[in-house]
């Protein structure tokens, strides 16, 4: 491409910020726009239930410094939605009328929290009634979570759970609510939900699971929610995440095609061949006749990001570890990497007594998935084992004398 050319980007979250970077570190010289819905500059959600809450004067989620995007010419369009994708002309429109005309263009647009209709029936959406998914949720968020305050959470996911345990420090009285059987069930395998319920009841958490919330309604000043078991909760306020949906409008207006988000191949191009996505609103099939998936991970959108940059350069992608995310909750730093459905878990260590690891085999002995507690130094060389699918005896996995580095080393 030439100096005179331009890259729009669509989203200015992970993914849209790290792509603008990363089309700079590869030397493009033209035009790049990072065009986004929020008033504030580029930041990582992670944060936003953990250090947002409990350090919300010193917590830092930015992903690069203000100054940043000057020093590198890349253009801010910041509280300035697109409203309007034409494919075929490459022009996107702004919210206020303003059209940009584009070489490439990156939809890095996200998702948006899966709202549930019940709760948002009570009113009060932004007071006592919350989801989370954007800084200024978090603050809001935050302004409820005091000390003796009685907080309703819907949903046990990563995020629920990050809540309940910010909540819990806040010294907030805590329910949560989840209609699965278990804690973290889309992520976790049942071995580590069962240990993340038994921690967070130490803590406090009441947990109400297996049961489906029946009913939301306004008592005496009072949020009470029924399970369909009859159990009646009373709260000061309610916090649900129930999951996110893509954001897919604009691409579904330029006719690009969608399922389950916007679909891409291996580097990151959409049904058009100028037109790239990343991040959360982006999903792949894993085979020809496959369903398109998503992944909701801080890596992948990094990941996915660099990866869009570069096909745009004409510049190979880089090569993919094994699918890897965190959680930080209860004073447990807990990382997951592969495939949590795997057939089998060993233990390495105690999860009563951190650090420890599980690691996952598939149903033929190979090592498909670990999950270190409080022990991230050993995720590289569980990553490197899981990318070989090594096959490793169980006792050998389960014996702590046996390191991992040697492991991975010898099964280069």
Request: proline share 5%; charged share 20%; glycine share 8%.
């Amino acid at each position: 491409m030439t100096n005179a050319s331009t890259i729009a980007i669509v989203g200015a979250g992970q993914a849209g910020a790290i792509a603008a970077a990363e089309l700079r570190q590869q030397g493009y010289a033209g035009r790049v726009v990072l065009i986004g819905d929020e008033a504030h500059a580029p930041y990582e959600r992670p944060p936003l239930s953990k250090d947002v809450l409990l350090q919300p004067d010193t917590a830092r989620c930015a992903i690069y410094p203000d100054d940043f995007y000057a020093q590198h010419a890349i253009e801010l369009k910041l509280g300035m939605p697109a409203v309007a994708l034409d494919a075929e002309a490459q022009t996107l429109t702004l919210q206020d009328g303003t059209s940009i005309a584009f070489d490439h263009l990156l939809l890095a647009t996200g998702a948006r929290a899966r709202r549930l209709p019940m709760l948002d029936a009570l009113g009060g959406l932004g007071i006592d009634v919350h989801t989370l998914r954007t800084l200024d949720d978090a603050r809001r968020v935050r302004a409820a979570l005091e000390p003796g305050k009685r907080v309703l959470l819907v949903g046990a996911g990563v995020i629920g759970l990050e809540l309940a345990s910010s909540a819990i420090d806040l010294g907030a009285q805590v329910s949560v609510i989840e209609q699965a059987p278990l804690v973290m069930m889309r992520c976790a395998p049942p071995v580590l939900s069962r240990h993340l319920c038994e921690t967070h009841r130490a803590r406090g958490v009441a947990l109400h699971l297996g049961v489906p919330l029946a009913s939301a309604a306004r008592e005496h000043g009072e949020i009470v929610l029924t399970l369909e078991d009859g159990t009646r909760l009373t709260g000061d306020a309610v916090i649900y995440g129930v999951g996110v949906e893509p954001e897919t409008a604009l691409a579904r207006m330029a006719g690009l095609e969608v399922e389950n988000g916007i679909v891409i191949d291996a580097q990151c191009r959409t049904s058009h061949p100028r037109i790239y996505a990343a991040g959360d609103a982006a999903s792949r099939r894993s085979a020809a006749n496959a369903g398109a998936t998503r992944q909701e991970t801080w890596e992948n959108a990094k990941h996915q990001a660099v990866t869009a940059a570069r096909a745009m350069l004409g510049i190979a992608p880089e090569a993919l570890d094994a699918p890897w995310f965190w959680t930080d909750q209860c004073g447990l730093n807990v990382q997951f990497a592969g495939d949590m459905r795997a057939a089998e878990w060993i233990g390495r260590g105690s999860l009563a007594a951190p650090p420890c690891m599980l690691f996952g085999l598939d149903a033929d002995g190979a090592l498909v998935g670990a999950i270190t507690v409080n022990l991230g130094r050993e995720m590289r060389n569980a990553k490197a084992l899981i990318a070989r699918r090594t096959r490793i005896a169980r006792d050998v996995l389960a014996d702590p004398a046996h390191s991992l580095r040697e492991l991975a080393r010898a099964a280069s």
